[in-house]
């Protein structure tokens, strides 16, 4: 059974179009604040956080649904980029202590935990958003297959029509499949797109700006010599409006 912990204060395409690069620029100007750990900071020359929300059309007064939001590198990022009037609903298996934290500071943040399956938010929102977790989708098992497919079909129904579902992960070698999630911790993006429109959405676009071609797709993830350097897709995906 899934439980909202409610915060206790109140608080496409490959080439970007000029709209995508004007949203960048200001997204950019979150990236300096000093409510962020510098550890996160440290971080934006890889994920380029920026671009990327830019990429999904982040902006304010939208509903967010983060799907498995780890330590809250993009929960805090999200939070500030939607304001006062938007809400940022996270979900995952169990509590993360650092998105506690954010939830109680923010204002406009909350905690969902649950299963597989699960709904993501009590209301329909704008965008359903994962970073770097569909790989571990699969490795969760639900009945006679994995979570991949219970997770793609709650984000289906989180979504209002025309929402996006945004999918970042690290690229596994050609002809990998899914073969490699719980060992390498990467995933072809071939699969992912696949098994999300299987679930009734349309890729509307790709991006290449966390492209690493130097990686060859052998390593794991965590290894020191890739990590924070791994190719890796980002991909948006459509609910159909009709």
Do not use: C
């Not at 072809?188 to 790709?206: M, N, P, T």
């Amino acid at each position: 059974m899934r439980n909202w912990l409610l915060p206790a204060a109140a608080v496409t395409m490959l080439v970007a179009t000029p709209v995508i690069a004007a949203n960048a620029a200001a997204l950019a100007a979150l990236l300096a604040s000093p409510n962020r750990p510098e550890a996160d900071k440290v971080r934006d020359a890889d994920r380029k956080p920026a671009e990327v929300m830019a990429f999904a059309g982040i902006r304010p007064g939208q509903k967010i649904a983060e799907l498995a939001p780890g330590g809250g590198y993009y929960t805090r990022l999200l939070s500030a980029a939607v304001g006062p009037k938007g809400y940022v609903y996270t979900f995952a298996s169990r509590v993360s202590p650092a998105v506690a934290e954010i939830a109680k500071a923010s204002g406009n943040v909350s905690v969902g935990v649950g299963k597989a399956g699960d709904a993501l938010a009590p209301e329909p929102v704008d965008v359903v958003w994962t970073t770097q977790n569909y790989h571990d989708f699969k490795n969760v098992k639900v009945g006679d297959g994995d979570g991949a497919a219970a997770y793609n079909k709650a984000a289906f129904a989180a979504l209002k029509p025309g929402g996006i579902y945004l999918i970042n992960d690290h690229q596994a070698a050609k002809g990998a499949g899914a073969t490699v999630t719980s060992t390498l911790h990467r995933i072809e993006d071939a699969v992912v797109v696949q098994e999300v429109e299987a679930a009734g959405f349309k890729l509307e676009g790709r991006s290449e700006i966390l492209r690493h071609p130097a990686d060859d797709h052998t390593g794991k993830v965590f290894d020191s010599g890739v990590r924070g350097k791994t190719d890796q897709f980002l991909l948006r995906f459509r609910k159909p409006r009709k």
